[in-house]
C-alpha cells in the first residue's frame, strides 16, 4: 500500500514537471500597420493607412462599407504588406443590416498567400484562394434552413468553392449563428496559435465587450506564413448593408520564438545608471530654479499639492462616491414604494367601501372555498361621470359666489367710509335696508309659489316632462341667488349714487 502511494506521488510530480516544461506563456503586441479603428479610420483623401480597398466599397472615418445594400455589389480590402510573424488573433467589428427578411450574400475574412481581388466570385474575393477563409454567409443556397452560417474554408489554390451546397462539403468547420439586424455591433475573434485555428462569437445582443462564445475550434491547421488579411462582402439578387467598424490585429508569441526581445543584463544596468543620472540632473535644475525663484516656487508647490491627491484620499473619494449614489438610488426606490403602497392602500380602501355598501357586510370566506363574484357596481360609468361633473359645477358655483359675496362686502366698506361710516351719524340708509328686505320677501315669496306650484303639479300627476327641459332644485336656488345678488348691486349703486349726490347740496 505503501509503495502504491510512492507511485502515485511520483507520477503526480512527474505530470506537474511535464506540464510546467510544456506550458509557454503568451506575449501579446498590438499590430498598427495591420489594423484600422475609428474615428479619422480614413483619411482626407478617402485612404486607409496601410490598407487598400477597391471595388464598390466605401470608407469613412467610422466605418469601412465592404458592399451596400444594393443588388450585384462586391467589395473588399487588404494590407498593403504581408504579416511577419506566425501566430496572429484578429478582432473584427462588424455590423450586417437589410429591411429583408433574409440577407444576401454575406461577409468574408481571408488570410492568404496573395492578395485576392475586390470583385471575385467568392463573397468579393479571388476563387481557388492559398490560405484561409472564414466566411459569414447569411444567404441560404442550399435551401437547408442552416443560415446565416460562420464557417471556415482551408483551400491550397486548387479548389473550386462550391457555391450551390455553401460549401458544406469544404468546410472546415462551423457553427450556427444569426449575425443580422442585431441592436449592437457583432464582432468575431479568429485566433491562430501553434496551429490551432479558434474563433469566438459575440452576437451582438448587449454592449458588454467581453461576451463572446465559442464557436468552433480546429487544431492541425497549417498556414502558410507571411500572408496578407483582407475582408471582402457581395450582394446578390437580395441586399445587405456590410459595414466593418474595427479590424485588430494581434501578434502573440511564445517564450521560444525569436518575436520576443530579451534584453541582457548589461543593457538593463546601462539604461538603470542612465535613468538615475537623467534623475540626478532634474533635480539639480529644479533646486537651482527654487533658488533663483523662491516666491514663485512655494506657490507652485501649494498649487501642486491641491492638484494631486494620494492614493487613500482617492479611495476615501471613490467609496464616498459609491455609497452616495448607492443611497439616492435607494432614496428614489423608497419614494416609488411609498407612492405604489398608498395609491394600493387607496384603491383597497374604494373597493372596499364600494363592495360594502353592495352587500351591507364583508364577505366571509372560509379556507378552501373559492370566494363568491363581486357584484356589479350600484351605478354605471356614465352615472358616476355625471356626477363627478355635477360636484365639480356645484364647486365652482360656490366659489364664484364666495368671491362675489367677498367682492361685495370690500365695495360696501368703501361706500360706508366714503360717505362718512358710523362717526358722521349717517349709518347705512334705512330706506336701503328696507328696499333690501322687500325684495329678499319678494323672492321667498316666488320660490313659495314655485314650490307649491310643483307640489300639485305632481298630485294631479301630469305626464312626466322631458329630462332635457325639466328643472332641478339646484338651477331654481341658483337664480333665485343670482337675482338677489343683483338686486343687491342695484342697491348699493343706488346709494352710491344718493350719497354722492348729497355732496354738492
Not at 472615418?61 to 467589395?75: D, F, I, Y
Not at 467568392?122 to 484561409?132: C, M, T
Request: hydrophobic share 35%; glycine share 8%; proline share 4%.
Amino acid at each position: 500500500m505503501e509503495f502504491l502511494n510512492f507511485k502515485l506521488i511520483v507520477c503526480a510530480f512527474l505530470l506537474c514537471l511535464f506540464v510546467s516544461v510544456n506550458t509557454q506563456s503568451v506575449h501579446r503586441r498590438f499590430e498598427y500597420k495591420y489594423s484600422f479603428k475609428p474615428p479619422y479610420l480614413a483619411q482626407k483623401d478617402g485612404s486607409v493607412p496601410f490598407w487598400e480597398y477597391g471595388g464598390n466599397a466605401i470608407a469613412s472615418g467610422e466605418s469601412v462599407r465592404l458592399a451596400p445594400s444594393l443588388r450585384s455589389q462586391k467589395g473588399a480590402i487588404w494590407t498593403k504588406q504581408p504579416i511577419n510573424f506566425d501566430w496572429w488573433e484578429v478582432d473584427i467589428m462588424f455590423k450586417i443590416t437589410g429591411r429583408g427578411r433574409i440577407g444576401a450574400d454575406g461577409l468574408a475574412f481571408w488570410y492568404t498567400t496573395q492578395r485576392g481581388d475586390y470583385t471575385g466570385e467568392v463573397f468579393g474575393s479571388s476563387d481557388k484562394w492559398n490560405g484561409l477563409g472564414v466566411i459569414f454567409d447569411s444567404f441560404d443556397n442550399d435551401n437547408k434552413h442552416n443560415n446565416p452560417y460562420i464557417m471556415a474554408v482551408v483551400n491550397d489554390g486548387t479548389k473550386v468553392f462550391d457555391h450551390k451546397s455553401d460549401g458544406t462539403t469544404q468546410l472546415l468547420s462551423g457553427c450556427l449563428r444569426d449575425f443580422r439586424n442585431k441592436p449592437f455591433p457583432t464582432r468575431a475573434k479568429i485566433e491562430y496559435y501553434m496551429n490551432t485555428l479558434t474563433v469566438y462569437f459575440h452576437n451582438g445582443m448587449t454592449n458588454n465587450e467581453q461576451d463572446y462564445e465559442l464557436c468552433f475550434r480546429a487544431e492541425n491547421v497549417v498556414l502558410p506564413r507571411g500572408g496578407h488579411f483582407g475582408l471582402s462582402a457581395a450582394t446578390g439578387g437580395l441586399a445587405d448593408d456590410h459595414d466593418v467598424i474595427h479590424f485588430l490585429t494581434t501578434a502573440l508569441y511564445s517564450t521560444q520564438q525569436p518575436g520576443t526581445q530579451q534584453i541582457s543584463s548589461d543593457e538593463q544596468q546601462k539604461l538603470s545608471q542612465e535613468y538615475q543620472e537623467y534623475q540626478k540632473k532634474l533635480e539639480q535644475q529644479k533646486e537651482e530654479y527654487r533658488k533663483e525663484h523662491p516666491d514663485e516656487v512655494r506657490d507652485k508647490d501649494g498649487e501642486f499639492d491641491d492638484w494631486f491627491e494620494s492614493d487613500g484620499q482617492r479611495e476615501l473619494r471613490q467609496i464616498f462616491q459609491g455609497q452616495a449614489q448607492i443611497h439616492d438610488v435607494l432614496r428614489d426606490l423608497n419614494k416609488k414604494v411609498d407612492e405604489v403602497i398608498g395609491k394600493q392602500m387607496n384603491s383597497m380602501s374604494m373597493l372596499t367601501a364600494v363592495y360594502s355598501q353592495a352587500q351591507g357586510q364583508p364577505q366571509q370566506v372560509a379556507p378552501g372555498q373559492i370566494p363568491q363574484q363581486m357584484p356589479s357596481m350600484p351605478i354605471g360609468r356614465h352615472d358616476w361621470d355625471a356626477l363627478v361633473a355635477n360636484n365639480q359645477l356645484m364647486i365652482n358655483t360656490i366659489a364664484e359666489l364666495k368671491g362675489f359675496v367677498i367682492e361685495v362686502a370690500r365695495k360696501s366698506d368703501s361706500l360706508l367710509a366714503a360717505s362718512g361710516g358710523t362717526a358722521a351719524g349717517g349709518g347705512i340708509n334705512p330706506q336701503f335696508l328696507t328696499e333690501l328686505r322687500d325684495s329678499i320677501t319678494n323672492i321667498k315669496q316666488t320660490v313659495g309659489g314655485v314650490s307649491q306650484r310643483l307640489m300639485a303639479q305632481a298630485q294631479v300627476a301630469p305626464p312626466p316632462c322631458p329630462a332635457a327641459t325639466c328643472a332641478s332644485f339646484t338651477a331654481i336656488l341658483l337664480v333665485a341667488a343670482m337675482q338677489l345678488a343683483l338686486m343687491f348691486i342695484y342697491a348699493l349703486y343706488k346709494e352710491r349714487k344718493e350719497a354722492q349726490a348729497k355732496k354738492f347740496f
